[in-house]
């Protein structure tokens, strides 16, 4: 563990917050004038950085090499030395992609501060797939550095950190850099059709969205003797609220943020629900839940109920049905799982790719021509929207848009450092307080 001066010498939340602003704006801001943004066209060599190693970042970066003929991946940073290696072995096994790859060990960067450093060595563009925590700062110093942006979802996990990313988003479109979000379901062909149906009144007014996300148990990582409380935490991050904004911000956030783009990217007004912890009680499990539910109403009249359960033995479905006044729409990701009945039957019959490759196909091609994207919008409110469910859920009150907009809730921890760090309690509705 760390010493009592140890940690008086450790950066508290907000002088970490403020140092790495003053170096995403400095020392960053000079890399980004050495490297400027890759040029609108030509075959100009277009590198790419990793900034999270995980299972997620290895798939986005894999991806990203396969989404133009000339680009490279040329810097890696990640928490964990072992993550990294793991990834960068793992991305050098694909085919086709080992002469894409040029990351010697003084590009791969590790600790808290990794995602400087990859910043720093010269990229083009930015990959940021670590724990949802991180992603506001690092989109901050990405577009500081005037890097284009792959940032993989939930975009935060409290309003703060919301705020956070769409003044950065707004700086993005100054600097003329894209932003593409991980929301990839916005990048289905299938439910591009069909949410332009939907908009169009295929169904007539929307009435009813049922948001399900039923699945079982994912990993969990046993603690080992030599870890620290930090060590832990960001070992499991996904059962930290504070890290991942729990499993119904991190992964069902897809279907609301669907949701949302099927009623034109309109946001309820007020949410209630309920929520917890019926098998994962043991501490291995952080303090997030393992059920929500959540009822979100529009101003229309319009209402979504959310769903989301991951607790084994139990039937998995994840799918989005829409009710309106003359028809349903129906949304899964399975083969043929996109139609709507109305006045007769439509299913999808068109082309069909995979929707991770085709969010970076569509990123490159945009750098390429110097038509930059900007997904910061929807994916900042699609995140808030997930995190008024969670207030909902662990309070018992209800929450208005409005309380989400502005709640004050800070779920960073009081410094990073590789040390103690108390666990964080587990809500109890009705208990637990909005903040």
């Known amino acids: 563990m760390t010493s009592s001066n140890q940690k008086a010498m450790s950066p508290s939340r907000r002088e970490f917050v403020k140092a790495s602003t003053l170096a995403a704006s400095g020392a960053l801001a000079v890399a980004a004038k050495l490297c400027p943004a ?28 396969m989404a133009d003929s000339h680009v490279q991946l040329t810097a890696m940073g990640d928490a964990f030395e072992d993550r990294l290696q793991l990834s960068l072995k793992s991305l050098n096994k694909i085919e086709g992609l080992e002469s894409k790859i040029d990351v010697p060990p003084e590009r791969q960067f590790v600790g808290f501060d990794a995602y400087k450093q990859v910043l720093a060595s010269g990229v083009d563009v930015v990959l940021l797939t670590t724990p949802p925590h991180f992603r506001p700062l690092h989109l901050q110093a990405a577009v500081a550095a005037g890097k284009h942006v792959f940032a993989e979802k939930p ?19 100054k600097k003329n850099v894209s932003v593409v979000s991980g929301l990839c379901l916005r990048y289905h062909y299938p439910y591009r059709e069909a949410v ?8 007539g007014d929307v009435r009813t969205l049922l948001a399900n996300d039923y699945r079982g148990p994912i990993w969990v990582k046993p603690r080992q003797p030599e870890w620290t409380d930090m060590h832990w935490q960001m070992q499991n991050w996904y059962y930290f609220t504070w890290l991942s904004g729990d499993f119904n911000v991190e992964q069902h956030v897809h279907n609301l943020d669907l949701c949302a783009w099927a009623m034109g990217d309109q946001y309820p007004v007020k949410a209630i629900g309920m929520g917890g912890r019926e098998v994962r009680k043991g501490p291995e499990f952080g303090n997030i839940f393992d059920h929500h539910s959540v009822v979100y109403d529009y101003a229309s009249g319009a209402r ?20 309106g006044s003359k028809g349903t729409a129906h949304l899964t990701e399975r083969r043929n ?23 970076h196909d569509e990123l490159f091609a945009s750098i390429r021509a110097g038509k ?20 909902a859920t662990y ?22 450092e590789w040390g103690d760090l108390a666990t964080p309690e587990v809500a109890v509705p009705g208990v637990t307080r909005y903040v």
Not at 155 to 173: F, I, P, T, Y
Not at 374 to 386: F, W
């Open 38 to 65: 890759v040029h609108a066209a030509g075959n100009d060599l277009i590198k790419v950085g990793l900034i999270g190693c995980g299972g997620r970042g290895t798939g986005a970066a894999s991806q990203a090499l």
């Open 372 to 391: 930059t994207i900007n997904n910061g919008e929807y994916m900042a409110k699609s995140t808030l929207l997930a995190i008024m469910g969670r207030m």
């Open 337 to 359: 799982g996109v139609r709507i009945s109305a006045q007769g039957e439509w299913g999808y019959s068109g082309e069909e790719k995979n929707l991770y490759q085709v969010e």
């Open 304 to 323: 979504l109920i959310s769903n989301t359960r991951q607790i084994e033995g139990c039937k998995s479905d994840i799918s989005v049905t829409i009710l």
């Open 196 to 203: 332009h149906r939907i908009q169009d009144g295929a169904i």
């Open 395 to 416: 309070t018992g009150q209800e929450i208005t848009w409005d309380m989400a907009w502005n709640s004050k809730e800070d779920l960073t921890p009081p410094q990073y």
């Open 155 to 173: 975009c935060a996990v409290d309003a703060a950190g919301v705020h956070s990313v769409l003044r950065s988003c707004e700086e993005a479109k």
